[in-house]
């Protein structure tokens, strides 16, 4: 899933781009923009395949 940080004129101010099959909680600190409106995007996409790592 990929999350866009968004102004009210459009531009993107911040991307982020996680999933790997689980769940979080994604911040974003708004205190460096201008006060006003700010929406956030979602682009949902399948997961793609990765190998899978072993820690030892």
Known sequence: ????????MGQILETSYHYDGYCR???FDLTRYPMGYTLMM???????N????IFK
Do not use: S, V
């Open 25 to 27: 909680i994604e911040l």
């Open 1 to 8: 899933m990929g999350l866009q940080l968004i102004n009210t």
């Open 42 to 48: 979602a682009d949902l996409k399948p997961d793609t």
């Open 50 to 53: 990765r190998p899978e790592i």
